[in-house]
């Protein structure tokens, strides 16, 4: 069960209220504060809200989308605060052309958290069945066995511009099967109805061949998302919130989001402003350098890690 303390969402404001005053601190000290980190950090703070209120007055319910929140408010909200401005297309962009954007963000987020709130879907949800988890374990691992082969050849599609082609949108939508089929494993293992042999093939080869290929495109966004799926379907299996991993996990990701810049100024296409790939070897080769450059802005570069501390 869920801690009943409102202790958690005390830490968790606290924590919220020091890194939206870090983050503001960045440009701030650069000389480079402009309107638009304001409009930003009004985003940030409602993108803190739904987790604020939820460890106040936490349920057995899982916090998808409080989750959720949290992911966009790290993964889209953080660019602006950055002192460093490269790549290919980011050149091009000052402020002044984020201020839109930035501005359709934040009454888009509002509308998405005030509309959760007052709830008029659950008469909705209500009629929705759940998706039931009581599986037979061996027929279990084959079927996700198929889903994540199925979803990995959909997303080498897709990472090599076959979802260009006709079938672009079927090849998009199998490509999302590898991480069902991952967490599907990790279900029955945190059960305890999974061969240890599996759970090695899991760990050490379908999740680093899975990011590694979602990655090639020299984005830190996979990252995230297969993250927060994982860390979402441990709070649903045991019925509690992992924060050690949660913070390790997002402080790993900032070498990702940081090196990401540096690979594509090296990959992209300046034309297009994508990675072009033939196959699994160039997929591989591009994953290797994004990795690479994530190792190294960490080890040669105190300023990342300033930025994650």
């Known amino acids: 069960m869920y801690a009943k303390s409102p202790l958690p969402g005390l830490i968790f404001f606290c924590v919220s209220a020091a890194t939206i005053l870090l983050l503001n601190s960045i440009p701030a000290a650069a000389g480079k504060y402009d309107t638009v980190h304001i409009v930003y950090t009004m985003t940030l703070i409602v993108c803190f809200t739904p987790m604020t209120l939820y460890l106040f007055k936490p349920t057995d319910r899982l916090p998808f989308f409080q989750l959720i929140c949290l992911v966009y408010a790290i993964h889209y909200t953080l660019y602006p605060f950055y002192t460093i401005q490269h790549t290919v297309i980011f050149d091009y962009l000052t402020y002044k052309d984020l201020m839109k954007p930035a501005i359709v963000t934040f009454f888009g987020v509002l509308a998405l958290v005030v509309g959760y709130y007052t709830r008029p879907i659950n008469l909705v949800l209500q009629y929705i069945p759940h998706m039931q988890l009581d599986w037979e374990p061996k027929s279990a691992r084959k079927i996700s066995l198929i ?5 990995f050849f959909g997303l080498l599609g897709m ?6 082609s006709s079938a672009g949108q079927l090849i998009n939508f199998l490509a999302n099967f590898s991480i069902v089929g991952i967490l599907a494993f990790y279900i029955l293992q945190m059960r305890k109805q999974m061969p240890r042999p599996f759970s ?3 760990w050490c080869f379908f999740v680093p061949a899975y990011l590694g290929l979602s990655i090639s495109g020299g984005n830190s966004g996979p990252i995230a998302s297969f993250g927060l799926a994982v860390i979402m379907t441990y709070i649903d299996e045991k019925k509690k919130i992992p924060w050690i991993v949660i913070l390790l996990a997002i402080m790993a990701l900032f070498p990702f989001m940081y090196a990401k810049f540096e690979f594509r100024d090296q990959v ?3 034309h297009s402003a994508k990675v072009e790939q033939e196959g699994l070897g160039d997929a591989a080769e591009n994953s290797a350098k994004f990795g690479k450059i994530a190792a190294q802005a960490v080890t040669a570069d105190p300023e990342v890690l300033k930025f994650a501390l």
Do not use: E, P, Y
């Not at 990472?159 to 260009?164: A, F, V, W």
């Open 268 to 270: 992209w296409d300046a």
């Open 147 to 151: 889903f994540f082969f199925v979803g």
């Open 159 to 164: 990472k090599t511009g076959l979802d260009t």
């Open 200 to 202: 090695i093939m899991i």
